[in-house]
């Protein structure tokens, strides 16, 4: 009866403690938006260096994200210049701006060349989330006789444990969105449709092909996938002009 009571004592101790660090974070909410068309960003990795949990700005290039003042906030995508921020001292909101970097176009690249180091640099700078898995009855089982308190939090809702398991999701989704750019990228589509933004944009946005299909797919699939949208792409624009 008094060790059940020392590791409820722990456990709310140890409560105790994640709570009074939340206390001083601050609120931090903007859009990441492109440095010359000031259109947002979607899908760009918001990181905490300190605690290593992030968020994703959403399709529009929003985002959220709780810190402490002082933390350093990396914000980073695949083609852009990473950014690192510092937390003010209050919570506030801010839009942020990324640069663009230029590479350089040789015939037609249908697969990025950094593509598998820059994953592979991910995976291992965010390893722990990318492996992680939500602690289940087993875990418990596992780690009651070495680490009581540590199983007993497995059975408690936890904000951290749930930041952990949504960044890991995101981190996965993260992943896919960036191999789809990588392959279906817009100095591709562009060299095989000769169209220019804004309507390259949109009709790559229309057409965008599906992880799945990327993931099997041939150089030579994804080069007749382009042309085949195009010309269904060029059909509609016709049938919309005649009356």
Do not use: C
Not at 138 to 156: C, H, Q, R
């Amino acid at each position: 009866m008094i060790r059940i009571t020392a590791y409820i004592g722990a456990l709310f101790f140890f409560f105790f403690i994640s709570i009074e660090g939340t206390v001083a974070q601050v609120r931090l909410s903007g859009m990441v938006a492109d440095q010359e068309t000031k259109t947002g960003l979607p899908f760009v990795t918001i990181v905490n260096k300190r605690t290593m949990t992030g968020v994703l700005s959403n399709e529009n290039g929003r985002f959220y994200i709780e810190s402490l003042p002082g933390d350093t906030l990396e914000f980073s995508m695949l083609s852009y210049t990473t950014k690192l921020l510092i937390t003010p001292g209050m919570s506030s909101t801010m839009d942020v701006y990324m640069q663009k970097r230029m590479f350089e176009l040789q015939g037609v690249n249908v697969t990025g060349k950094g593509y598998k180091k820059d994953s592979l640099a991910m995976r291992d700078e965010y390893g722990r989330y990318f492996n992680y898995h939500k602690p289940g009855a087993v875990d418990v089982l596992k780690t009651l006789p070495a680490n009581p308190i540590t199983a007993l939090t497995y059975l408690v809702p936890s904000k951290a444990r749930k930041r952990k398991e949504q960044f890991h999701e995101q981190l996965l989704y993260w992943e896919k969105e960036k191999f789809i750019d990588y392959r279906y990228s817009p100095e591709l589509v562009g060299k095989m449709t000769k169209l220019q933004s804004p309507e390259l944009d949109s009709f790559m946005h229309e057409f965008r092909p599906g992880y799945q299909f990327l993931n099997t797919a041939s150089d030579y699939d994804l080069l007749l996938y382009i042309k085949q949208s195009f010309e269904e792409y060029q059909r509609k624009k016709q049938d919309k002009k005649e009356p």
